[in-house]
């Protein structure tokens, strides 16, 4: 019997929250292609995530010191160790369909998967993988890192097509938040030409609505605008329990345990920000308070803007039968989505300029502080705008404000791809170094990683080398040229290898920790400074 469709808050699977982990996932799962899902292929699916090492069973990886150091170096587990590791980490998980322990795990690794229409599998049917799923798989470079570009255009895709109301929610609302978001921000923009688009509590009311009406959305919002001035006196003075209180309203609900406020007025937003971003269409605005159109992205934004908004009521059935049509729909492929992009001019104009405001506006210890808790697995930030940005392209990003700190005199180019505000949106395709650092004396190449173990040595010092290597051999200036990393903590190894590479090549690879970087940047005035005893 098939379960009944209820009102409930928009919700995305947590499991797997940065996108660049997708495509090794389904790079896996498709090994298995066209074959039947059974306890046995979960199973070999299973172990060669593990030995993938990307997911990490951190009980146990605790408990036996010895696999744990498997896992952080560039070696693999033998048959026995994955055996071993699926034995005995404990699975206490149970997903409908799914027996409890890895089957439940594996069932909530791929669930985000199956519903954005990158692959599609039931127990005892066959797998299959989409052709959006496959342009995934293809982001993975020939050195493992992943081309964002069209893990963005994939995203773009999946997120223009995506409703609320499918047979893998169970949820009644009929709504296709994306395209809804961006109709909203376009009517309040006609209303008001220097809008800068939807208060950041607003989301909410898009999380809880109904339905595509996106005129009845609009007076909502206006309403809720004038409601709060009246009542505080002030322009979006909204407080959580006023937010609260209308979304239970459009939930028809008074079930105040299932419908948590700290879901409805935090967790759900921060990750729905973090979804709409993903795309590249999304600006924030007025540091993380608003979100708006990205300029650079207004191709995009008007094709979208030109259709109606896709809405299908068929779906509100999970059954198989509707399950695998879902599937079907969320795979179809817009070319107009998926097409590369040369960046433009002005967008690297916009990124140097806005790197510059953020190294006057931010305080040098609030960088370092947030540096360290990009590079900090337990810590998270509060920022209203870091937070909402992955850590890895985070780390990036502080990176590239810190040197422009402490380099008052050198020009400092980060290569992410930034919306029009100048905050990342993700990785820039090439084989640039992350941050170029130049001045009158020197060209700086730095990469970060928040990379641990003797995997750095493989992943990214011997790629460093190259690259280093590369730009020496056809620079046409004679400048001093040294490349630095900086990671949470350099394993040993790599410092026997950066010291090799300079006795056996003379070039000069600086290694930091995190902590040790930021010293070094506290008594460092010129770049010069950061290689005097190494050269």
């Not at 229409?117 to 798989?137: A, D, R, V």
């Not at 959305?217 to 001035?229: H, K, M, P, S």
Request: with cysteine.
């Amino acid at each position: 019997m098939a379960r009944k469709f209820e009102q409930k808050i928009l919700s995305f699977s947590t499991t797997i929250r940065n996108p660049k982990r997708i495509p090794n996932f389904l790079k896996i799962l498709s090994i298995f292609e066209n074959q039947i899902l059974t306890n046995e292929i979960i199973l070999k699916i299973v172990k060669n995530v593990i030995n993938a090492k990307i997911y990490y069973p951190q009980q146990l990886m605790n408990l036996h010191p010895n696999l744990k150091d498997i896992f952080q170096s560039e070696d693999g587990f033998s048959d026995d160790e994955l055996e071993f590791i699926v034995q005995n980490s404990e699975q206490n998980h149970k997903e409908k369909g799914f027996e409890k322990g890895w089957e439940s795990r594996f069932d909530t690794w791929y669930k985000l998967m199956k519903e954005f229409g990158f692959c599609y599998y039931q127990k005892n049917k066959k797998i299959l993988i989409s052709n959006t799923g496959k342009m995934l798989i293809n982001s993975i470079k020939d050195d493992n890192s992943i081309d964002d570009e069209i893990v963005s255009n994939v995203f773009l895709n999946a997120m223009s097509r995506y409703q609320v109301g499918n047979p893998f929610k169970k949820n009644s609302n009929l709504t296709t938040p994306f395209v809804l978001l961006l109709k909203l921000i376009e009517k309040l923009h006609t209303c008001d030409p220097n809008s800068t688009g939807i208060y950041r509590d607003e989301i909410s009311i898009l999380l809880c609505y109904p339905n595509n009406n996106v005129n009845e959305l609009f007076a909502t919002i206006l309403n809720l605008r004038n409601e709060i001035y009246k009542i505080s006196k002030l322009n979006f003075g909204y407080s959580d329990e006023f937010i609260y209180e209308k979304c239970l309203k459009l939930l028809n609900s008074t079930n105040e345990t299932r419908f948590k406020i700290s879901q409805i007025t935090g967790e759900a937003i921060d990750e729905y920000i973090r979804k709409m971003r993903i795309t590249g269409l999304i600006s924030l605005r007025g540091n993380g308070r608003f979100l708006d159109f990205n300029k650079n992205e207004m191709v995009k934004i008007n094709y979208i803007l030109s259709k109606p908004i896709p809405q299908y009521e068929n779906f509100l059935n999970d059954n198989d039968e509707k399950a695998f049509e879902f599937y079907k729909y969320m795979s179809q492929i817009d070319e107009n989505f998926t097409q590369r992009q040369e960046t433009e001019e002005t967008s690297q104009n916009i990124k140097l300029q806005s790197l510059e405001k953020f190294a006057l506006n931010y305080d040098k210890n609030f960088i370092k502080d947030e540096l360290l808790i990009t590079c900090s697995k337990n810590k998270k930030s509060d920022d209203m705008v870091l937070k909402l940005i992955d850590k890895p392209l985070r780390f990036e990003f502080l990176t590239s404000i810190i040197l422009k700190q402490a380099f008052k005199n050198a020009e400092i180019l980060p290569n992410y791809i930034c919306d029009d505000e100048g905050i990342p949106i993700r990785f820039a395709s090439g084989n640039k170094a992350d941050i170029i650092a130049n001045d009158k004396k020197c060209e700086s190449y730095i990469e970060v990683s928040l990379m641990a173990g003797r995997i750095q040595v493989a992943n990214e010092i011997i790629p460093i080398e190259r690259h280093l290597l590369k730009n020496i051999e056809n620079s046409q200036n004679k400048k001093i040229k040294f490349s630095i990393f900086v990671a949470p903590q350099i394993h040993d190894d790599v410092k026997r290898y950066v010291d090799f590479s300079k006795f056996d090549k003379n070039i000069d690879i600086l290694c930091f920790s995190s902590d040790d970087f930021i010293k070094k940047l506290e008594n460092t005035d010129e770049l010069f400074d950061m290689c005097l005893n190494s050269i």
